[in-house]
């Protein structure tokens, strides 16, 4: 009879003890990484993003602890509905914990609301649009990498006091477009200068000359690109057939991947001016890290800082989960976690999350080189000055962010 | 005014591509019955050729713009031979399917090994810089693809309409046994004409490269308004798709300088205009 007690006791307590195991230490995570995979902003995030998550599992080394991490990858094919659709699903059926990446603007705003819905963590890297910090900002959302302001703080302005006082704009009929042309506007002329004119065009754009002869036509000092990826190349190669930079027009290529600046070529590009967080070329440990990357894509491509962003805020991710001592699947309780925390990874550097969700750490002003001074495939920018990152991004007291006002 | 002569032009140039490439189509349909979904990949194709091309075997331009076309047509009449021949006398739809599913491996290949942000082609020396015309610049690369694809165009619609070589092809469409009961080889005829219609994607795609990026979504971009062209103008009318294909590029540009917005979506309220007025298209006849 005693054993028989003494046995049911030992095993009320394993019981007991087991459970309260999985409660404190669940050790499982789902990493979901949603991009456009195919279309004009595939190469600047997509594929490339799975793998900078994947490998920013590898070298968290929480894999050796007993952790068990996986890596999805969707496609939202530039579409917000698509997005919307993936993301819901993450959630509700694959058991999703963060999604990160999510380049276009217009999807990456319709995905914050599905988030902060299902109460999962939102890293975004892709997106470019600044309401995902001010008035669309979520407590379940961070912006890594960029956004529109800093665009339009750091090349916009640069561009501004050197002279350019007169701009025309190209630009992308969705979200993102608007956003980065209303940022601009509001530096251009918060230091004296005027928008003369501007044409929205429609999103993946192959012919851009009758955009480019209106705006040559408007004789703007500027020409400023608020659009991306493909269409920013399509943009440039073009200007420079019809003339443009020749005629005493200046282009602002307000956003310009590394992707982009290869596929334009250097003999167009040269001399452009632009704004970026990360360059594979800055220091040993960024050169290191593009090494193995690009040894494991396909077209043997460094990281742009989109994928070096994804790699970082993941990093980020999974420092604070181990903080936490297990995953909570709780996306409030995580995002706290990394707010709290510093930010510091060998692509970025020292930096922090502001209560706004937005990741402070430098920008940098670059050069494209003349072909006579790249060495290598690869080797295309050089730099010009460096903006830390509270002087880059939305100051606190001008973010419009609900969260703010608590 | 100036700035609308100016966007005439500009329609006009884009007009050359969609009127090289509609008129391929037009060729395959009309004398195969085959909708070729495949044609904006076979483009890319060709465009990616010219790259090779330059950056392989250091063989420039002028050259590639004869040796691209015959390398992809032969791949296109490799392609008639193994698959598309076995569809003959099957319902449009599984031509249509066949293609498509093409379409989407040979751009899925290409995107696996080079991405989606493109490959740049440097226009060839002798047609590089523009000249002012006054009322814009126009870069002489791009005055060269409008009379270039005009004489290709024309030569094309001759070969078919008035030699005796078309008449046998449009026999041969008609009534294929009666045509190989006079010793025409009707199936080698056929194979040649696929590989004349991918031959025109190919040069599109070769004149295409120095202007857009070479890219291998650059065909699925363009595809879908190019089937437009040749809806509006009539399927299998070789001058209908020629002269939609023009007068579509200009009113697109026009489009673009009116109301930007609307410029990707113009050509499809176009038609699908004509085809309520006039569902055979602009230049089809009923039969």
Not at chain 1, 298 to 310: C, D, F, L, S, Y
């Amino acid at each position: 009879m005693k054993n028989r007690i003494a046995a049911l006791l030992l095993g009320t307590a394993l019981t007991l003890a087991a459970g309260s195991l999985a409660f404190a230490q669940d050790k499982t995570v789902k990493i979901g990484s949603l991009s456009d995979q195919s279309g004009l902003y595939a190469d600047l995030g997509g594929p490339g993003s799975t793998l900078a998550a994947q490998m920013a599992v590898e070298d968290s080394g929480l894999v050796a602890k007993g952790w068990k991490i996986d890596v999805i990858s969707g496609d939202h094919q530039n579409k917000p509905d698509v997005g919307v659709a993936i993301a819901k699903q993450w959630f509700d059926v694959d058991k999703v914990d963060i999604i990160v990446d999510v380049p276009n603007s217009g999807v990456a705003l319709a995905v914050n609301n599905v988030v902060k819905e299902k109460n999962g963590v939102y890293v975004n890297s892709g997106a470019a649009t600044s309401d995902l910090t001010n008035a669309q900002c979520s407590p379940n959302t961070i912006h890594w990498t960029y956004d529109t302001y800093m665009l339009a703080h750091t090349t916009g302005q640069a561009l501004v006091k050197a002279g350019g006082d007169t701009w025309f704009f190209l630009t992308a009929d969705y979200a993102f477009g608007a956003a980065l042309e209303r940022d601009t506007t509001a530096v251009i002329l918060a230091n004296g200068g005027k928008v003369v004119g501007g044409v929205k065009h429609p999103l993946n754009t192959s012919d851009f000359s009758s955009f480019l002869l209106q705006a040559q036509s408007s004789k703007a000092k500027i020409i400023g690109l608020a659009n991306a990826g493909g269409d920013t190349t399509n943009s440039i190669k073009q200007a420079a057939e019809f003339g443009i930079v020749k005629g005493g027009q200046k282009l602002a290529a307000l956003l310009l991947f590394l992707t982009d600046v290869k596929a334009i070529g250097l003999e167009t590009a040269q001399g452009l001016n632009f704004t970026e967080t990360f360059y594979w070329d800055m220091n040993d440990d960024t050169r290191d890290f593009s090494k193995k990357f690009a040894a494991r894509m396909k077209n043997g491509a460094p990281p742009t800082m989109v994928q070096a962003g994804v790699y970082s805020g993941v990093r980020h991710y999974l420092k604070a989960l181990e903080a936490l001592g297990g995953n909570p699947h709780d996306g409030l309780k995580v995002v706290d976690k990394m707010k709290s925390m510093p930010t510091d990874d060998p692509l970025f550097g020292k930096g922090e999350i502001q209560p706004n969700g937005r990741v402070l750490h430098s920008a940098y002003l670059f050069e494209v080189k003349k072909p006579s001074e790249s060495k290598a495939p690869w080797d295309l920018y050089k730099l010009v000055g460096t903006v830390p990152g509270n002087q880059a991004f939305t100051p606190l007291d001008k973010s419009t962010c609900a969260l703010l006002k608590k | 005014m100036q700035a609308l002569y100016a966007q005439l032009l500009v329609g006009l140039i884009n007009g050359s591509f969609y009127a090289l490439l509609s008129l391929g189509l037009a060729v395959i349909f009309g004398m195969l019955n085959i909708i070729n979904f495949a044609h904006g990949a076979l483009y890319m194709m060709g465009a990616f050729c010219a790259y090779f091309l330059l950056n392989l075997l250091n063989i420039g331009y002028w050259p590639a713009l004869i040796l691209a076309p015959i390398i992809v047509g032969i791949f296109g009449m490799i392609l008639e031979r193994t698959m598309l021949q076995w569809l003959s006398g099957l319902d449009h739809l599984y031509g249509l399917l066949l293609t498509f599913g093409m379409a989407l491996i040979i751009q899925g290949i290409f995107q696996n090994y080079f991405g989606s942000s493109g490959l740049p082609y440097a226009i060839p020396d002798e047609l590089k810089g523009g000249m002012n015309l006054g009322f814009m610049f126009l870069p002489i690369y791009r005055g060269w693809v409008v009379v270039f694809s005009l004489i290709v165009c024309l030569a094309t619609w001759y070969l078919i309409e008035r030699t005796r070589l078309g008449a046998n092809l449009r026999a041969a469409t008609e009534n294929p046994t009666l045509v190989r009961a006079f010793g025409i080889n009707v199936p080698r005829m056929i194979t040649l004409t696929y590989g004349l219609g991918v031959g025109l994607a190919a040069l599109a795609g070769v004149l295409s490269a120095p202007i857009n990026q070479v890219r291998p979504l650059m065909g699925a971009d363009l595809i879908i308004v190019v089937f437009a062209v040749v809806v509006i103008g009539g399927m299998g009318s070789i001058m209908g798709s020629i002269i939609t294909g023009f007068a579509l590029g200009v009113i697109e540009g026009l489009t673009k300088y009116f109301y930007p917005e609307a410029s990707n979506t113009v050509v499809f309220v176009l038609m699908v205009l004509v085809l309520l007025v006039k569902p055979t298209g602009l230049t089809g006849r009923a039969n």
